[in-house]
Antibody, heavy 118, light 108 residues
Framework: EVQLVESGGGLVQPGGSLRLSCAASGFTLSSYSMNWVRQAPGKGLEWVSYISSSSSTIYYADSVKGRFTISRDNAKNSLYLQMNSLRAEDTAVYYC???????????WGQGTLVTVSS | EIVLTQSPGTLSLSPGERATLSCRASQSVSSSSLAWYQQKPGQAPRLLIYGASSRATGIPDRFSGSGSGTDFTLTISRLEPEDFAVYYCQQYGSSVYTFGQGTKLEMK
């Protein structure tokens, strides 16, 4: 059974940093590209970042470019999102999701909540 | 960047009725890159349709997708109580993923 489990969320002050993790099981992570997607409270879905299976290709949404860094460790079956210079508008539930050919997301984790507030 | 606009914002229907949700793109989208998701409160999104018209694994056949170019549609033929949720369309192109703002399907 495919499972994605996010962790690392919490309360952080504006300007602070946080590192999210996504543990993958039930499939070979090294064979798939992955995304981070976020959802602010009561709002819609917003794509954050993409990483290819070998980490050779990485994309970011303009809203996080220069502040967030996506990475992965296929040997540890894990995906990461390093978030620096956090702002109030980064407050959201962050989901990791598996990417399939064509760009659709077939499996999602349950999400981890990041709250940026003083 | 392609913008996806979903309509209506809210759709009020009764179980057994037919639901038609629209997703319009600001420029032409490859059909292979258009997907639909369902999200219920407190849950992660669930993939319903990919490639504009292919049902994901385990999705009932009352869900169908159609369209091409800039206009795409998700149809639920006969609403079941568990279908009341928020629906999002999504596309991938030019190194960017975008989502529509969502359509809330509520019980009348």
């Amino acid at each position: 059974e495919v499972q994605l489990v996010e962790s690392g969320g919490g309360l952080v002050q504006p300007g602070g940093s946080l590192r999210l993790s996504c543990a993958a099981s039930g499939f070979t992570l090294s064979s798939y590209s992955m995304n981070w997607v976020r959802q602010a409270p009561g709002k819609g879905l917003e794509w954050v970042s993409y990483i290819s299976s070998s980490s050779s290709t990485i994309y970011y949404a303009d809203s996080v470019k220069g502040r967030f860094t996506i990475s992965r460790d296929n040997a540890k079956n894990s995906l990461y999102l390093q978030m620096n210079s956090l702002r109030a508008e980064d407050t959201a539930v962050y989901y990791c999701a598996r990417v399939r050919l064509g760009g659709y997301l077939d499996y999602w984790g349950q999400g981890t909540l990041v709250t940026v507030s003083s | 960047e392609i913008v996806l606009t979903q309509s209506p914002g809210t759709l009020s229907l009764s179980p057994g009725e037919r639901a038609t949700l629209s997703c319009r793109a600001s420029q032409s989208v490859s059909s292979s890159s258009l997907a639909w998701y369902q999200q219920k409160p407190g849950q992660a999104p669930r993939l319903l349709i990919y490639g504009a018209s292919s049902r994901a694994t385990g999705i009932p056949d009352r869900f169908s997708g159609s369209g091409s170019g800039t206009d795409f549609t998700l149809t639920i033929s006969r609403l079941e109580p568990e279908d009341f949720a928020v629906y999002y369309c999504q596309q991938y192109g030019s190194s960017v993923y975008t989502f529509g703002q969502g359509t809330k399907l509520e019980m009348k």
